[in-house]
Nanobody, 121 residues
Framework: QVQLVESGGGLVQSGGSLRLSCVAS????????MAWVRQAPGKGLERLSR????????AYDNAVRGRFTISRDNAKNTLYLQMNNLGPEDTAVYYC??????????????RGQGTQVTVSS
């Protein structure tokens, strides 16, 4: 079955960096756009970034543009999110999502279980 498994979260100090990974299985990873979202305590889901199936096109939310970089390695069926200059406002559970088509603007098909990121001030 389709599965997304995130990893790489943890506790980091303000100004630090983390790289999240999402290993995909059960589908042809290179055929689908992917995305990262997050949910902070007591808040709704916040869309962060999306990437096309071939990695050539990406989009970012204003809150993370310039600090976060989405990328993918289709040979490894893995999606990444490099997060730099983290602040306490970035504390949340981070999820990767499989989109319904190759385009990075298509609807979401499936979300992973998430990985916790905690940024201390």
């Amino acid at each position: 079955q389709v599965q997304l498994v995130e990893s790489g979260g943890g506790l980091v100090q303000s100004g630090g960096s983390l790289r999240l990974s999402c290993v995909a299985s059960g589908f042809t990873f290179s055929s689908f756009g992917m995305a990262w979202v997050r949910q902070a305590p007591g808040k709704g889901l916040e869309r962060l970034s999306r990437i096309s199936n071939d990695g050539e096109r990406a989009a970012y939310d204003n809150a993370v543009r310039g600090r976060f970089t989405i990328s993918r390695d289709n040979a490894k069926n893995t999606l990444y999110l490099q997060m730099n200059n983290l602040g306490p406002e970035d504390t949340a559970v981070y999820y990767c999502e499989k989109l319904k088509s190759a385009n990075y603007f298509s609807d979401v098909h499936l979300r992973g279980q998430g990985t916790q990121v905690t940024v201390s001030s």
